[in-house]
């Protein structure tokens, strides 16, 4: 059974920063894409931003040049920097990876902008 755990969410201030992680843990042989969605109260669930196995990234133009996705293949995991937090941003976020042909998904985490 293989799971995902996120961890990193919560309250920042317009400007500021927050690290999102998530962790694959259970019988794993190998991990294709790593990605971050997020949905913000009555929209849908849109893509963040991605990273295939072997580094190449991919963002939403609203994100590109303040959030940062990257992955550490050895831990199964995958992190979302993000940067000059925006009251837009207020969105739960979701880890996503695509591990020995199946697609999982994270909990969830809450992230909230707001002064």
């Known amino acids: 059974q293989v799971q995902l755990v996120e961890s990193g969410g919560g309250l920042v201030q317009p400007g500021g920063s927050l690290r999102l992680s998530c962790a694959a843990s259970?019988?794993?042989?190998?991990?294709?894409?790593m990605g971050w969605y997020r949905q913000a109260p009555g929209k849908q669930r849109e893509l963040v931003a991605s990273?295939?196995?072997?580094?190449?990234?991919n963002y939403v133009d609203d994100v590109k040049g303040r959030f940062t996705i990257s992955r550490d293949n050895a831990k199964n995991t995958v992190y979302l920097q993000m940067n000059s937090l925006k009251s837009e941003d207020t969105a739960v976020y979701y880890c996503?990876?695509?591990?020995?042909?199946?697609?999982?998904w994270g909990q969830g985490t809450q992230v909230t902008v707001s002064s």
């Open positions: 996503n990876m695509f591990i020995d042909a199946l697609n999982y």
């Open positions: 259970g019988s794993i042989f190998s991990i294709y894409d």
């Open positions: 990273i295939t196995r072997g580094g190449t990234t």
